[in-house]
């Protein structure tokens, strides 16, 4: 559009302020007189606690109070997404610790330091019991059964599809296992939390939390401490990385705000880095997959049999396999059978929760992987072999098998996309060379292609746009961002629909006392709906604007325009134009308001896709992988501020190579966390990454005025894939078919060492013959993370 600014490459308006370290976040800003709480961990997996002494802790100067569940009044509760019903978790772990990790007290004291000499002095003694740790064996018939109320460690099963048996027939079948890791989300900042009980200068309680969902923290805290809602006011300063790890309501928040309320003093809780990684973890799904092919190359059907590890608790997390995993099965493809079965287990490790992506980056894995095996099999151009097997674009909206109804898409076009900017073919000849030649650094190339949901559940949310007496505006809107960039790429919507410059503009979010309502961030859905609502409050505001100014100048609506340089007035007549603070005199003489609050409500999901290549280097003598370039084409719908989609293809691409090459959180037979520093968890830096090519198709969605899909899990979805199929790809003249994550250098050089003789397939677990469609049971696929 002719002098629009959307579209265009707007610098962050939010990134000053970050970068010269003057943001604020909850452990740095001032808390008068908060007292410091600290965390006694269960040291085992699993056991009763035998005793308790908490007395010389007590004794320690400088302490105010050590609090054990005894000391709190709260009912157990469901922390965010009700995953089983017999799961609710106490405040403090009681009678029994279900993973290393668990909390069991809380050390109340004057500084961090004490608290934590504080916590030294509590004596427990612990009766082991056998920990459940692996998620397939939890699921075997000899497991110990961790809960009472939970046969088999089984929290939840789901059967999904359109036929019993879709590799009836089949030509060709190919099979394979496949592991999708345990992550740590490792945020830059880790959780924390303050509280005063008596308020930020005004009555009822305030608390301070690094989140992604400040309303939701509001509305559980009420519904858990059976406070009023209207009596607690929820502040989200700036928060560093969220990732789905800060969706909803932890255990520690309960423990924190029931405390200050109960001693009716001010405290704060900051979380240490080990105590993070090993409590804010993602993914943990085993996935079985088979799939009939043709032999020239049709898909025929799919069956998966998946496991999810829902940890202790019923992590939420678990359920996801259950959930958008299920949901998201048929990806891209034209795939006429499926059958799709999980079963979600308890262990005694932590519970999982949503790592960026929350389930659809677990379902393009399997997928692109089989995809890649099938492709192989008949000796097809994994390219080739996909592009057979895409969705028309012709037939969109498009009834997927899994339920969900694509609602636009050209997978084609972002196919032959990044064939053409990776110079495909040129790498196909690069890495004929190598081999021919007999070099030891040899070249993979691996494709991907991706759709996934987003704004998925819930789809509504809040936008309000107000002018100011200096004519500027202010937006307010309930999503809560964490570096996505909301503050321009909302500021642009208002710019440009009321000509008001960006810098007059101001940007309001993540606190319950000047937003009402919001579903916060999760699931991509902020664009989509709070863009739109604030888009929709926009014109709105214009709307009556141009009623004052032709009421005031008596001139018809229809000739009423907004200059460029920001005034109102009749068209074509020059001194006929107000200013916006003109305007506002003008509307407070009418006694009308220039403002409007409301909510945007989409009619369902919108599904975003891409095609990524990822070109990697094997050192055939150390199994060492080295990514060379990574090519992404993402389709976000339409493209508001370029340099912001591509941040976040940036952030998401970095993520999917993590998980691909580093990422994993590992324990012992006894449950014991064997990563718990960044000294060993390994999460790459920029000195690991390849060079990035980002860029994208435009396919607008047409359930929102924007035509915005979201963007910021997409990258992640499609790069891993891409990656574990570049390593394996590079390797496949040796017999290497397959390699599970993280393709470390130690399993890539065992992959070599045993070439075809690799291991593809064992039975899945014998619980998937007893579960049945009657068994379906939760899952949070209506949950935005």
Known sequence: MNGSILGTRVIRLEDPELLKGRATYVDNLEHPGALYCYFVRSTVAAAKIASLDVARAKELPGVRAVLVASDYDIEPFVPFFPLNEHLKRPVLASGVVKFVGDPIAMIIAADRSTAVDASELVEVEYEPLDAVVDMEDALSINARQIDPEVARNLVASVVGGNIDNPLNGAEVVVRGRFENQRMSVAPMEPNSIAVNPDGDGDEGITVWVSTQMPHVIQTKLSSILSI??????????????????????????????????????PLRWMEERGENLISMQGRGQVQYVEMA????????????????????YGGFGGGLVAGSTRSMAQGVYSIPKIRYKAAVASTNTPPIGALRGAGRPEATAFLERIVDMAAAEISMDPIEFRRKNLISSTSFPYQSVMGPLYDSGNFVKALDAVAEVSKYQDLRREQLRRRQAGETVVLGIGVSCYVEVTAGGGASE????????????????????????HPTTFSMLVADTLKIPLEKIKFIQSD????????????SRSLQLGGSAV???????????KNLA???????????????????????????????????DVAKQAGVELAYRGDFNQAGATFPFGAHVSVVEVDLETGLVRPISHFAVDDCGRVLNPLVVEGQQHGGIAQGIGQALYEKVYFDAYGNPLNSSFAEYLVPSAAEMPNFVASNTETPSPLNPLGAKGIGESATVGSTPAVQNAVVDALSHLGVRHIDMPMTPERVWQAISQGSNGPLWSEPPSIFSEIKKSDSGSAPEEVDI
């Open 512 to 523: 319950t006392k000047e937003v009402p309502r919001g579903g916060g961030t999760g699931g």
């Open 462 to 485: 809040y936008g309000a746009v107000d002018i100011t007496p200096d004519g500027g505006a202010e937006i307010r809107v309930g999503t809560s961002g964490h570096g996505q960039g």
């Open 550 to 584: 032709a009421s005031h100048f008596e001139a018809s609506v229809d000739d009423i325009i907004v200059s460029q340089e920001g005034t109102i007035g009749v068209a074509g007549s020059p001194s006929h134009f107000l200013s916006w603070t003109d305007l506002m």
């Open 535 to 545: 888009n929709a409050a926009a014109l709105q505001v214009l709307d009556v604007a």
């Open 293 to 312: 092919i043709s032999r020239d190359g049709l898909i025929l059907g799919l069956d998966a049999r998946m496991v999810g590890d829902a940890g202790a």
């Open 228 to 265: 009023p809602k209207d009596s607690l006011r929820v502040i989200t300063p700036n928060v560093g990385g969220g990732f789905g790890g800060k969706a909803g309501v932890i255990q520690e928040h309960v423990a924190v705000v029931g405390a200050s309320l109960m001693l009716g003093i």
